[in-house]
């Protein structure tokens, strides 16, 4: 076990674990926001550099501090090593500039977008960025393409945060899109008008820290918080059939997979969960979610209900 | 008992004089105001005739604004919806057909859009959360009706007419500083 100290806060975690795990162990607000960085699927990471960090001491060995800002999820941790996050000041001004970078080319338009609510982009520029644009060229746009019955693909909205495509190759066989063409022109594509059809492919919406991955059988047909998240399983043959259902009084709008604090699925549910069980009698529904007070999901959102509040109802 | 304020006035059922007694002063007393108030200038508007001007901040019916192609500008975002405090405001959205660009200016839509004024408070948040500018207060007052089901307006009474359009450029000054 190593040590290290993350904003003054010691915890021991086993080599070879990265610093934004041993935050997380940590939890709170000393916790680097992660864009592209997924714990459950391999080789994610390093690509959005919104967790970077400072190090202040690299180890015990060598105490000097690591020259430049790291990507927290990406850099391992050292026996000694003294990391800053919210108590440094730069690293705060270089993720509101990491915020503005991401925020170039995306079209902010968030009213339209069925991910607002729940978008991690939305809350990271909430919560670092500023809200004013500095940006005056025009914003890259790609031509709209299909890339199959159940998931809408809107390339303009992408940070090229590759969870997609991981998302892809660890969960189904025979991964049919990826990243395509470089720099500028980089999109996600299916190269020639191929559609993803695999049973598991609905987890790209739910992986997708952006609208740019959202479910086709949910466009347009409410925003999210006035829905009403309910825990809720079947049984299924291919998947746990955990899941969480958005409700609207007694109607199921639409299914996704439990995620956690983070926005990470610990579960990953199959599309005929996700995109065909759309009736109450599907699903065996457990009780409200958990959602946190500072969400807009929140809005007339009760997770206990009337007997459970002394003073409500008479206790038998 | 010390008292709070020291106004407190201690009762006596005084006995009445002859005068009081009559009435007759105090009845012409206040005939004499009554008959001073005929002569004045009236305080009152015969108000569906003649209006009063109103102060361009008055929160009255909304207007759902198209915009200078003659698009609606409402994209059915639900942000009025939930800031709305009364719970007055509901929509559907819909997708814009490609034909449809002329109509709306966003690639989503509201198919219905509804807000019930007798729960309606005019408060105006739904103004200030609304990003497109799309919904504005104006100085129209809602008609009374008998019916509680006309106090739902729908699209056809909240957007405006192409050619008829409603001047909301007084609401839009702002005087804090940039």
């Given amino acids: 076990m190593v040590k290290v100290k993350i904003d003054g806060f010691e915890i021991e975690v086993e080599p070879g674990s990265t610093i934004l795990q041993a935050a997380r162990k940590i939890g709170g ?5 992660a864009m592209c960085y997924y714990s459950s699927l391999k080789g994610s990471g390093g690509k959005c550099r919104t967790c970077l960090v400072k190090v202040a001491k690299s180890s015990e060995k060598d105490p000097r501090p690591m020259p430049k800002l790291v990507a927290s999820c990406s850099t391992p941790v050292q026996d000694g090593m003294e990391v800053e996050n919210i108590t440094n000041p730069g690293v705060l001004e270089a993720r509101k500039a990491v915020v503005e970078f991401l925020l170039i080319n995306h079209p902010l338009d968030c009213p339209v977008c069925d991910q607002a609510g729940e978008c991690k982009l939305q809350d ?4 670092h960025g500023s809200s004013l644009t500095r940006y005056e060229e025009e914003r890259r746009t790609f031509d709209k393409i299909d890339i199959g019955p159940y998931i809408q693909l809107h390339m303009n909205r992408c940070i090229l945060c590759y969870r997609c495509v991981y998302t892809a190759d660890q969960l189904t066989d025979g991964r049919v899109h990826g990243v395509l063409n470089r720099g500028d022109a980089a999109e996600i594509g299916t190269y020639i008008e191929n559609s993803i059809e695999n049973d598991m492919s609905g987890n790209m919406i739910d992986v997708c820290p952006v609208g740019a991955l959202t479910d086709k059988t949910f466009r347009f047909k409410s925003r999210v918080w006035f829905l009403n998240p309910m825990d809720a399983h079947r049984d299924c043959d291919c998947c746990s059939g955990k899941a969480t259902v958005w409700m609207f009084g007694n109607e199921i709008y639409r299914v996704t997979a439990r995620k956690d604090e983070y926005g990470e699925v610990a579960e990953f549910i199959c599309n005929t969960c996700r995109f065909e069980k759309k009736d109450t009698a599907d699903w065996v529904i457990e009780g409200p979610r958990h959602i946190e007070r500072t969400s807009v999901i929140s809005q007339n959102h009760y997770e206990k209900t009337a007997g459970d509040v002394p003073g409500t109802m008479q206790d038998n | 008992m010390q008292s709070l304020t020291n106004r407190s006035k201690l009762v006596v059922n005084k006995k009445m004089t ?12 206040g005939m004499r105001i009554t008959l001073r108030h005929f002569f004045k200038k009236n305080k009152t508007v015969n108000y569906p005739e003649v209006k009063r001007p109103f102060s361009p901040v008055y929160r009255g019916m909304h207007v759902l604004k198209r915009d200078e192609n003659g698009a609606e ?3 059915a975002c639900g942000l009025c919806a939930v800031a709305c405090p009364a719970e007055a ?9 490609p034909d449809q660009a002329h109509l709306y200016r966003e690639e989503k839509y509201a198919a219905t859009y509804e807000i019930n004024m007798l729960r309606c408070i005019f408060c105006g948040l739904c103004e200030e959360a609304c990003p ?9 007052i809602v008609p009374a009706s008998l019916e509680r089901e006309e106090f739902i307006y729908g699209k056809e009474k909240l957007v405006e007419p192409v050619d008829q359009r409603i001047d909301i450029s007084l609401r839009q000054i702002k005087s804090y500083p940039q």
């Fill in chain 1, 29 to 33: 607000d000393i916790v680097p926001p």
């Fill in chain 1, 124 to 127: 990271l520029a909430f919560e």
């Fill in chain 2, 18 to 29: 002859f005068w009081e007694r009559i009435y007759l002063p105090a009845i012409f007393g």
């Fill in chain 2, 73 to 75: 500008r409402c994209t």
């Fill in chain 2, 89 to 97: 405001i509901s929509m559907v959205a819909a997708e814009r057909k």
């Fill in chain 2, 132 to 140: 497109k500018e799309a919904i504005f207060l104006t100085d129209r």
